[in-house]
């Protein structure tokens, strides 16, 4: 019997979702502040299993891999999670994502992932968001292995530069918690798709509005806002209509600062879709 292997070709429509239709998925190139912004737990983890299958239509395959975490960088991940992809190999049939990482048995790597469905999660940016770690044979040091797009950073980690393309794990680990502890700032002039999930009434007249953008936003270099984003902020009635002011976005467990204005009709504000203009 014939082996069949399908490579399933990555295009550009997003970074951070992969469940599309035909098994296309993403490639869009991120900052190292992208990732880590766009992460909701970045962690060192060691492979320890891994088993592919079809999924329920018999459409495509999915591979779980099962890791030990010994160390987090952000979020809060438990010491043991599990990391679904796209493709693998199931009998005479393998498939693949075109520019997604193929996790090793037993690998060790530094992950910046985010909730898939369920209690799973997935790698942000396919290959961009997986870095192996490696005991260089020399020196006995732990080293990462940078992918292309992040060989700029090598002269900003301490410590780096040899071998050529790596950067020690220690500090690689300080370099992306520097980047986490700086936050996020939102920049001005930005316009954010919302769409208003619910309110909290916080008396007559007044309320407490929770929206989630909807669509995924790189305002900049260093910014990355993923499709249903949290955004916070106080709605007052006056005058007949609402008055909307919009003052947090929540990206993934960090919290902004914005400062933005609507106004709307009177009636429910739940499901209404609003443009947030960020002064």
Known sequence: MKTRVWV?????????????????TSMVSMSMEQLTQA???IVQARVVAQVSGWNATHTRIETITTLAVSQSLK????STLQVRQLGGTVGPVTQSIMGDVSLRPQGEYVLFLEPD????????????????????????????VLPLSQASIQGLVSGGGNPAGTVPLVGFHKYVSVIVGEGIRIPHGLSLPVSIA?????GTGRAHVYGKTTAQMFPNKTVVIPAGTEVEG????TGGSWTIHWNEVNVRGVHAEISATNNESLGNLRGRNVILNVR
Do not use: C, I, K, M
């Open 8 to 24: 399933l070709a990555a295009v550009l429509v997003g970074a951070l979702g992969w469940t599309l239709p035909a098994l296309a």
């Open 39 to 41: 992460s909701s737990d």
């Open 75 to 78: 979020g809060n991940a438990s």
């Open 117 to 144: 469905s369920g209690s799973n999660y997935h790698v942000v940016g396919l290959s961009q968001g997986a870095y192996p770690v490696y005991e260089d044979a020399a020196s006995h040091d732990e080293r990462v």
């Open 198 to 202: 619910y309110t909290e009434s916080r």
């Open 234 to 237: 106080d709605a007052t009635l």
